[in-house]
């Protein structure tokens, strides 16, 4: 989790968490543990000042447990009373402890004025602490004035700029570099977003926007794309209100906290009708933005067998350990290859089909059986075969399919002994493909063509 969200849950004063008896009590045990009464050498070697100094702690100690105990239950009485031991010892060490225990008591009682005070007298004790600047902006956004939002502002920037000196080299021993890496990028672009935020309430547009499109440049999310749609509905300018509304679509269920995909069907429907009259295109235009944002936010992976121009020339890969497969050593077989993915329908209902006729040709070595991959996950393969147990070998088809030019699951494509096309069949009717395979099949080992 991103370094922002973690603190944002760290911190969350609606979790049910009593952090405030819980550090007060943590506090006062080790305050305790170390003013226990000295022994009598000690206290010969001690100064009278000394003693006073001691004393006075004691007492101050006392007094906390004092507010403490008597606030019983009661988060009102609770803040009451530390509030009037602060005034008995302003100074007190356990200033940033007590602040924030009122913090939580205060939100408790849904008293969103003094807690965000607290917050704030927080960040001025400790204004290198990431997470206490973070309670302090998530307070300020939801409760404060214009004055409270240009502070959240410095406190957002703050965040950035240690965000930012993080080291890769003080990462977790759990964690690889390019994991940290990626929850960097994260971590910026969730603040980048609030101070956008912020600086729409504040009415300055021109940051809000360059927020909201850095943010979305580091991570693309529902979120920021909703809020540069709404941003270009205020400008009036349909199209990139359009653009920015079909991203959020296909960006929905991100887990950002956007609105849900029928309230964005309603409000990219109405940019249309405005912007084109009728929704004639808007389909087809939503699932081309949905490829476009799907290719940006997926890891390309690597160009396997890149210009190859004769299938033999293909070195594949098992599935799903990735052990190398040369199509070399198949030359001179006839090749059934069946281009499939897991999240494809069709193709479960075709393996039994190709099971059934490559255990009609178990015993002819001159014709070989292969399932070829090409889910862009690759992870998701292993999970399908470990439940599913096709019984014909399973490869990666990697770029296989485009020198066939795939475009559409499941493929049939029978390779002669030549390594030219027999049979291809995109698609198949299952009353029909057992005989339609087998009768390919047949035709390629007797040098038929079809």
């Known amino acids: 989790m991103p370094l922002y969200n973690k603190l944002v849950s760290k911190l969350r004063p609606w979790s049910g968490i009593c952090f405030a008896c819980f550090a007060l009590a943590t506090l006062l045990t080790g305050v ?18 000394n003693e006073a ?40 060490q356990q200033r940033s402890q007590i602040y924030r225990a009122i913090v939580e008591s205060s939100l408790k009682v849904d008293d969103f004025a003094r807690a965000t005070d607290y917050a704030e007298r927080m960040v001025a004790l400790r204004p290198e602490d990431a997470s ?13 004035d214009a004055a409270g939002w240009r502070r959240a502002v410095s406190y957002c920037t703050r965040v950035l700029e240690q965000v930012e000196r993080t080291s890769v080299a003080d990462r977790s021993p759990r964690m690889s570099a390019d994991s940290w890496e990626k929850d960097k990028k994260r971590d910026k ?23 909201y499109e850095t943010s979305y440049d580091l991570q693309p999310t529902a979120t920021a794309a909703v809020r540069l749609a709404e941003l270009a509905e205020l400008k009036k300018e349909p ?14 269920g991100d887990n950002s906290g956007t609105m849900g995909r029928a309230e964005l069907r309603k409000k990219i429907g109405n940019v249309w009708r405005l912007a084109h009259g009728s929704e004639d295109g808007l389909g087809e235009y939503l699932l081309r933005s949905f490829d476009e944002v799907e290719t940006s936010v997926t890891p390309a992976r690597p160009v ?68 070829l991959n090409c889910d862009e996950d690759e992870t998701l393969v292993a999970p399908y075969l470990e439940e599913e147990r096709p019984k014909t070998m399973v490869l990666f088809a990697d770029n296989l399919e485009s020198y066939f030019s795939v475009n559409s699951f499941p493929t049939t494509v029978i390779l002669g002994r030549d390594g030219k096309t027999a049979f291809r069949s995109d698609g198949f009717d299952p009353d029909t493909v057992d005989k339609t395979l087998s009768d390919a099949i047949e035709r390629a080992l007797h040098g038929g063509m079809q």
């Open 32 to 49: 305790f543990a170390g003013s226990q009464e000295p022994s009598p050498s000690e206290k010969n070697s001690k100064s009278a000042a």
């Open 53 to 92: 100094g001691q004393g006075n702690a004691l007492n101050e100690q006392q007094d906390l447990q004092k507010a403490i105990d008597n606030a019983g239950n009661d988060r009102a009485a609770l803040v009451k009373n530390l509030e009037a031991f602060l005034k008995t010892y302003p100074e007190s």
């Open 132 to 144: 206490i600047n973070v309670l302090a902006i998530q307070l300020l956004e939801r409760n404060g």
């Open 189 to 211: 672009a969730s603040v980048i977003l609030v101070r956008g935020r912020l600086y729409q309430k504040l009415n300055d547009l021109p940051n809000a926007q360059k927020d």
């Open 239 to 252: 199209n990139k209100a359009i653009r920015d509304y079909a991203r959020a679509f296909a960006l929905a």
């Open 304 to 371: 396997r067998n890149a210009g190859i121009k004769n299938p033999y020339e293909f070195v594949l890969r098992k599935a799903p350990g990735g052990t190398p497969f040369p199509l070399a050593d198949t030359k001179g077989k006839v090749l059934v290859l069946n281009f499939w993915a897991t999240w494809c329908g069709p193709c479960r209902a075709l393996e039994p089909h190709l099971e059934k006729l490559a255990a009609h040709y178990a015993n002819d070595k001159d014709v070989q059986f292969f399932g």
